[in-house]
Structures are given as C-alpha cells and as structure tokens.
C-alpha cells in the first residue's frame, strides 16, 4: 500500500482543515487506518485512528470533539477533518495503514506498516 497524504496549509487559530490520505496498491478497505503527527522537537503522537471491520475511531484527548477521522472507501481515502484549530495543533502530520488481520494497539506507531510522506499544518495565533 502507498499513502499520498495532502492538505496541509496554514490557518489561523480557530479555523480548519480537512487531511486526506489516499491509498494506492491493496485492498484498502480492509486495512486499519490512523493519523499521527510530530511537532518541532518532538516525538510523533498518535491523533486518530479508524480501525476495521468495527469502524471504531480513536482520538488523543487533545483532539476528541474538534477532530474527526472518516474513509471512502470507495476514493480509497481516510480523511482528517480539524475543527477549532489551536496554535498547538502545528506539526507535520502523517497517516498510516495496517493489515485489517491484525489487532495491534491503534495509537502507537510501531502498530503500522505503511506511512504516507507527512503534510505539514501550521496554526497562527
């Protein structure tokens, strides 16, 4: 699987953006899908995850209520949708895919094996 993430810009604090990841090669629709990000000086956080078949979402506390994390399958693309952007939002965020067979933890990163590029968001105050 290859993962083109886009969308990424530049917002003032309070605005939003919609992420998108889209995926090429295998089947996507049974794959597990999340989103991570890593700001300047720091390790990559877990954000949101959509897992398979259950379509169960997971949110880092951080973002539950202003984040949204939803697929097409059919587009073969998981989407992140950010709502009440905050200054601390900044970082260049990834998403990632894992084989809908397995069942590891969905917030770590070791839990994927295909990452897109990054898309690089940045929230002015």
């Known amino acids: 699987v290859q993962l083109q993430a886009s969308g990424g810009g530049l917002v003032q604090a309070g605005g939003s953006l919609r992420l998108s990841c889209a995926a090429s090669?295998?089947?996507?629709?049974?794959?597990?899908t999340g989103w991570f990000r890593q700001a300047p000086g720091k390790e990559r956080e877990f954000v949101a995850a959509?897992?398979?078949?259950?379509?169960?979402?997971y949110y880092v506390d951080s973002v539950k209520g202003r984040f949204n994390i939803f697929r097409d399958n059919a587009r073969r693309t998981v989407y992140l949708q950010m709502n009440s952007l905050k200054p601390e939002d900044t970082a260049v965020y990834y998403c990632?895919?894992?084989?809908?067979?397995?069942?590891?933890?969905?917030?770590?990163?070791?839990?994927?094996?295909?990452w897109g590029q990054g898309t690089l968001v940045t929230v002015s105050s």
């Open positions: 990632a895919a894992d084989s809908g067979m397995t069942s590891r933890n969905p917030t770590i990163a070791t839990s994927y094996d295909y």
């Open positions: 090669g295998r089947t996507f629709s049974s794959f597990h």
């Open positions: 959509f897992r398979w078949p259950s379509d169960s979402t």
